[in-house]
């Protein structure tokens, strides 16, 4: 029997890791560029962590988290998102003590238990920050200028950036009352999809983001009527476009953004790319005031942003059309009989103790066949040992570009394919 996949998982495999990996290291170096330092946190965590942050009433804990009780018994979940296990953190390890303003940012998988379909997986890997510590709006413009530079730094054309004011949890409550009381009307209720129907008891505020056509029709009509932001947070999201303007970054405001988690207060974003089809968002995030203190730690505010790393991959193969060779190394030890093998297997120990990128055959292969696997690896050297050269003490060394070729002693073989081909 052979064994596949899970459904809506995938292996990476190269070439297309190597996308991966630059994908990594552009976004590593954005986030040094911005002040943001790495953390790791567990991939499984206590299911209670996500039903408090993420929220009871939401698609992702209600219906797409991989749970299960562990052998002790416990509720265990793996981890649908990062924000939640990030503020965990924060409170766990008192960071709030030694410095309470912290500018995190992560990589790793996440796992929803979602229908899968192009773009959206089972398990994906997400790229984010998390800025804890600070409500100035400064640092909301800050957060979406790291998602923005990170996207071009990819290589990422024609993105659009939505924003929305949710306001404080207060005018989230007034917003909730509100939109329960117009929907629930039973001649409006009537033209609702049956989970905005749900929706209207469970969670009203995500009937402002139902992708039913006639819930959108619908909801364009009610929604205008409902004034709930107070003062202090329409000034606060104003003073956040003001610096999205200084930094020049483009955004069109959508009222009907909402985003899937319960945890958002105030300003939420999302970036969305036609190219995506269906699952057209490559990344969103949002301000989180309550949550830190929700969690056990102190009064203080935050602000993140996740990327889809599948998604944005989709979108850069797209526009880099990548070309991908493999990484090259500086020499192949190419042998011929047994005797010159062994004495090739301990010439490649020497050369990569001495950090020599090398590589000998292990399929016993001919000296064609060997030159063609030296092609592949891209290898800057062959070096040839036969019967003649294992008696003569000496071996040929030949330069794959220019095809030149020169004796060199087995002793001097390391030194003199560091001087030649570098670290490779
Ligand atoms: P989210 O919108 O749930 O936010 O996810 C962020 C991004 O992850 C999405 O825009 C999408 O690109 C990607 N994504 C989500 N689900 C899937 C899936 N099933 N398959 C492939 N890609 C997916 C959050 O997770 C928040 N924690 C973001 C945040 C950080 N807010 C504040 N800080």
Redesign the pocket.
Known sequence: MKYQSIK?TKDILWPEIIEWRKIETIARGVFKTFGYSEIRTPIIEETGLFIKSVGEDTD?VKKEMFSFKDRGDRDISLR?????PIVRAYVEHNLDKTEPFQKLYYMGP?F?A?RPQA????Q???I???AIGSDNPALDAEVIFALTELLDSVGIKDYALRMNNLGCHEDKKKLSVALKKTFSKNDITILLCDDCKRRIRTNPLRILDCKNENCKIVVRKHFKEIDFLCPGCKTYFNEVLQFLDLLDIKYTIDPYIV???D??TRTVF??THIDLGA?N????????DNLIHDMGGPKIGA??????????LALRVKYTMPVWQRESMAVFIATLGAAAYKKGYSLMGELRKNDIACDIDYENSSLKSQMRTADKFGAKFVYIIGDNELKNGSAVLRDMKTTEQRMVKFEDAAKVIKDKAGRC
């Open positions: 809506g992702i649908p998102e990062g924000t939640a996440m929803r979602e773009g959206r997986l089972r994906f890997q997400q984010g920050v998390e985003r899937g988690l945890y958002y999302e970036v699952q968002a490559v990344g969103a995030g949002g301000r989180y602000c993140g942003f996740a990327l889809g790393v599948d998604r944005l």
